[in-house]
């Protein structure tokens, strides 16, 4: 299977385990989290590698976060035991506290330009 | 063997004249008195040296001494030989061993139908061969030397074996021992088998021993070659047959090409895949490289929209943004058909490289999996394109094209009036589901718009944008979804340049085959592959071939830096250090200039560019000067994926 076919079905499983769960209570026992310092942790711990330095996936590794991580308890799941081809972070090398950082880092992005505002992309 | 006279003791001579060569005075350029100093008298001889140099002079040649001074020299008729195969061109690096065949090229062919193309290594030339076959249909002669040429071209050789590609391959090679001079060709331009080497990945290769030989053998290999499942060919060329005189021209013959037909499936076999096909109510159609031209195109469109049947795959054979392109899935299907699919095994079952390895199939228990593929038909063992193997229910050894008339024609005849209707409302799905992907890839683009470096989607959308009114080829990596390949020739089929280095080639030999159509070609070029073959880039200017090139700067083996990434995790060691990328795996300190490596070869370009506001007016400006028959580059510093 190449690379882009895989994504496709990367990118399904992470939705589903991301936004399917928004029925919960949002952020049930998600630890504080300080978005600064998960800016710089998003990078340090490799995340970028496959997700794209604005988080904004797409391309043939992984899929977007920017949007769509919502949900901790889903989230925080995954990155230790990814059902799909995502490199497992465990404790060791990424603790909760620095996980939750990114966490808050990826619900801190802003909302992306409306299609219709960007004239490349409505054309 | 020459027939007797034709290369009479042209051997002797040679070792005479290598003799004469070694044992002749050589003056440093140190020790030549300057120019304007006085000239020396010549020395005075006697009248007994003059008469002895007379004599020497007038006598006949000696018995062990050949004379090189021809008019008819084999080669001459190599490229008659060559030039009914209608080759447009002939590449190479230049060597020795090929002199012959060269000049023959050069002053008896007229340079002309096939035109000589310089190219400053042979993997290069071999993958612009297989890049001008993908876009013009037709093989490219690629000319190199045994060993150290196809050494250099062997994984150019690979690529067109992976790729299927009928590249045609003239190996010069010096077999005869006294042909051979000494110093310099016994170990670089001489082989007992000079196949061998690369004969793993040919689909046939001949040592031609006489000139009419070699005209057989030449027809033969160009049908082989172009016969399906198509692959690459080798003529070993002996250095003495191109060299030599042709003893009796009127007593060769150069046999007529008539290319065979592609096979097309069994009608028992094809009428039961149309049956299994119109009663399936989630069928899924898997396509590999399908279409050979427009019409495989129509034919693949054609047998989608008889079915409603969603077309994953096909490359060019399927226009990227038809309702019925890249919808369906595999996990659901009831019915799986598979056309000259390769990776078969990988598109149905899930492989997990990850804490644990394990695979696992995706399609539900009872589907039916069908396959025509003319791949069975020539498959080799050493290299392992093969993939895994995948059970099918039912499989068609012939060729996709060619049997998809038939296949249509049985599908039609099975579907009543009430099954057009279910047929139809699917098919209303799917054109829903594909419109919603569409939108869903436009709202992907909007993340990380004004990301620096840019992002690939932005650089995607913003090259669409300055192209889609023009009459566009992409001759490797388009941009996706958001461009609309609704033509055949706006991409490539497979063509492989057998890892990394072989696509900036590949790309210059397609662009060369659109060329004389006008068409506006783009590349986007990956930093790593550009390392590997950038004087290619010279062939490009030196032969005028147009083309737009816009760098995948990543500054990484960026594949490579997952991979070490994955190695650092699962060990629990080095994840911030790898994060970073690990030495050997990175392309920067300093980062690379490729604009002006551009330049410095002739072609426009421009760059470092990282902010996506430059963008625009860099690629109309870089548009301006490719639309004026000129190659330009825009180095633009990309997202790592």
Redesign the interface.
Known sequence: ??PM?RAG?VLLTLTLAFAGARAVVAQAGAPQGNAASGAKLY????C???H???????????P?L??RVQVWAAFSAYVR??A???????A???PDRELADIFAWLRSLPQ????DS?P??S? | MAKPGSRVDRRKFLRGAAAAALTAPVIPAAAQPPADAPRPTAPAISPAQASQALAAEAAPLAAEVDALTVDNPGSDFMVDVLKTLGFDYVIANPASSFRGLHESFINYGGNASPEWLTCAHEQAAVNIANGYFAVAGKPMAVVTFAPSGLQHAAMGIFGAFSGRTPTYLLCANIPGGEDRRPLFDWGPHAMTDPAAMVRDMLKWDDTPASLQHFAESAVRAYRMAMMEPRGPVMLVVDAALQEDSVHDRGALRIPKLALASPPAGDANAVAEVAKLLVAAENPVVLAGDVARDEAGMRLLVELAETLAVPVQGGGRGMPNQHPLAGGGNVRSADVILALNEDALYGRLNRFRDQTVRGAAPLTKADAKILSISSYDLNVRSNYQNVERFQEVSLAIAADPQATLPSLIEACKKLITPERRRALDARSSTLAAASAQALERARVEATYGWDASPITLQRLAAEVWDVIKGKDWASVGANGGRLWNADKFYRTMGAVNGGGIGGSLPIAIGAALAHKKSGRLCVRFQPDGDMLYMATSLWTATHHRIPMLIVMHNNRAYHQEVMHLQRMANRRQRGVELAAHGLPGATISDPDIDFAQLARSMGAYAEGPIASPKDLRPALLRAIARVEKGEVALLDTRTQPR
């Open positions: 299977m190449t076919r079905s990078v340090d711990r490799a970028w590698q496959c794209g330095l604005a988080a904004q996936g797409g391309g043939i590794a992984g977007r920017a949007g035991r990814p799909e081809e995502m490199i497992p972070y465990t060791k090398v990424l992306p330009p409306a299609v960007l490349v992309l054309r």
